[in-house]
């Protein structure tokens, strides 16, 4: 039995290799792409709205009110990439109960990929907001002597971010092979629907994870100065 979707080649020519890892995240993004393009060429302001605009419309306010919980700012900034992160995780989720489909989340090339995106925009968004060097400095607080242990605990969450989706799609598409071969005709079923609210969950625990920590960039200059306040206070 084939777990990783990287090790199930498709093309290969030299160098070039297109595997299944591969072809299912192209097939995701054109699915997504297509469908973005159908259900955004006629919105309307006015009159009666189309089932798709209404779902479109309550998806997007859905996250813009998560995003505004999560980091007490205005979620306009924030909203094309977490968004982006949500739609792409939770549909390549959904994906996996059609038969044939290869989740691509099930493959820790693209766990890695996602979770690298969130660490190059933890500081996009940081430096945006504060500026560079107001940014930096977080990394030297409390003391200079924190920098090490600061930036390997901005590389371990990254690692932390591909892992736990990895692991949780790998195992679900572990258990429901091992239950074709026990029970074919009832275990699945149940499976697929408990993976398909597992792919939900994780796709809204990767977005949240991932705007906790580009919120904390972003207001990690606000947090230094209250614990210096707070610091002269108690002195």
């Given amino acids: 039995m084939t777990i990783n979707?990287?090790?199930?080649?498709?093309?290969?020519?030299?160098?070039?290799?297109?595997?299944?890892?591969?072809?299912?995240?192209?097939?995701?993004?054109?699915?997504?792409?297509?469908?973005?393009?159908?259900?955004?060429?006629?919105?309307?302001?006015?009159?009666?709205?189309?089932?798709?605009?209404?779902?479109?419309?309550?998806?997007?306010?859905?996250?813009?009110?998560?995003?505004?919980?999560?980091?007490r700012q205005d979620p306009g900034p924030y909203l094309p990439f977490v968004g982006t992160l949500f739609i792409f995780i939770a549909f390549s989720n959904i994906m996996g109960i059609v038969p044939g489909f290869i989740t691509p989340t099930s493959s820790l090339s693209t766990t890695a990929a996602l979770a690298i995106c969130v660490f190059i925009a933890v500081p996009v968004f940081g430096i945006a907001r504060q500026g560079l060097l107001t940014y930096l400095r977080q990394y030297l607080e409390p003391s200079f002597f924190m920098l090490p242990f600061n930036v390997i605990g901005e590389l371990s969450r990254t690692m932390a971010l591909a892992v736990r989706l990895y692991g949780n799609m790998m195992s679900g598409a572990v258990i429901v092979a091992i239950l074709l071969t026990i029970a074919p005709l009832v275990f699945p079923v149940v499976m697929q629907a408990l993976g398909l609210l597992t792919g939900l969950i994780q796709a809204y625990i990767f977005a949240i994870l991932a705007m906790v920590y580009i919120a904390s960039a972003s207001q990690a200059?606000?947090?230094?100065?209250?614990?210096?306040?707070?610091?002269?206070?108690?002195?």
Avoid: H, Y
């Fill in 5 to 71: 979707p990287d090790e199930i080649i498709l093309l290969q020519r030299g160098w070039f290799v297109i595997n299944a890892t591969i072809l299912f995240t192209w097939l995701v993004m054109l699915l997504l792409t297509l469908g973005s393009w159908l259900v955004t060429r006629n919105l309307m302001s006015e009159g009666t709205l189309s089932r798709w605009q209404n779902l479109l419309e309550v998806l997007v306010d859905g996250i813009r009110e998560q995003i505004r919980e999560v980091s």
């Fill in 221 to 235: 200059q606000r947090q230094l100065e209250a614990r210096r306040r707070e610091s002269k206070w108690k002195a």
